[in-house]
């Protein structure tokens, strides 16, 4: 994984001010600006993906980055589901509970394993977070987000490169956070923008098999020796 690349390849697109300028402006719209961020970000794994000599994407087409931005976040919101559902569950018998010796430990126990769940499965979902964008960026189905099986192997398989563009996501947002409160604040939305293409360029080049030009060539077999001729017999004349 290029590290380095992530961190610059923004400035490296010759449109990079404008796209960075309309990309921070929707971050200050609600709903509607994260939806488009959403899609924008799943058109921007697309590109690495195909090896786009300039990944950045251009703010166009933004009906189709509103039906991805809006495809992508049911997919989260299903993914994030099971922790909703438990939730009403344990409410119900807390809501019925007296306030007695008995019924506070009751409460109190269901709320660890409550807890204990919630930090497991919001792990959990973390590392699949990145394995979930790859998989619906190359198909654009909504379908390809819900293969909670083939998400799951994909992420263990991968696991040490979730981690690592994690960890570099995290880097890119702190750094984001100094240099955009340094510039007044208000540059805080634009620094945000582009700490978000750093995180999603690392996710996109998880499992990514390099450009065919990158790829080191095969050693040449030794080419074997070439059948010698059966010798022609001359006739003594």
């Known amino acids: 994984m290029d590290i380095g690349k992530s961190f610059r390849f923004v ?24 939806i488009l961020m959403m899609g924008y970000v799943v058109e921007l794994v697309r590109n690495v993906r195909k090896h786009e000599i300039e990944p950045l994407p251009e703010w166009d087409k933004w009906g189709e980055k509103i039906t991805d931005g809006i495809k992508l ?53 973390m ?20 293969k909670f099986g083939e998400i799951l192997d994909y992420t263990k398989e991968h696991l ?7 960890i570099v996501g995290l880097l890119a947002y702190a750094l984001a956070g100094i240099i955009g409160s340094l510039l007044c604040v208000i540059g805080l939305v634009f620094t945000f923008f ?16 390099p450009e065919p030009s990158e790829r080191p060539l095969e050693t040449l077999s030794q080419a ?14």
């Open 73 to 125: 976040l049911v997919i989260l919101l299903v993914w994030s589901l099971p922790l909703l559902l438990l939730e009403i569950i344990l409410l119900i018998p807390m809501s019925i509970m007296d306030s007695s010796d008995t019924g506070n430990t009751i409460a109190a126990f269901l709320s660890l394993c409550f807890g204990c769940f919630t930090l497991i499965y919001v792990i959990v979902l």
């Open 11 to 34: 400035f490296e697109d010759k449109k990079w001010i404008e796209k960075v300028l309309i990309g921070g402006i929707l971050m200050l719209v609600p709903i509607l600006g994260s």
């Open 194 to 209: 582009w700490a978000n293409t750093v995180q999603y360029h690392m996710i996109a080049q998880i499992g990514l098999a």
């Open 224 to 237: 074997e020796p070439a059948e010698e001729l059966p010798e022609t017999s001359q006739s003594n004349e």
């Open 160 to 166: 040490s490169q979730i981690v690592v563009a994690l």
């Open 127 to 146: 590392l699949a977070n990145p394995s979930i964008v790859i998989k619906f960026a190359e198909t654009g189905d909504i379908s390809a987000g819900f």
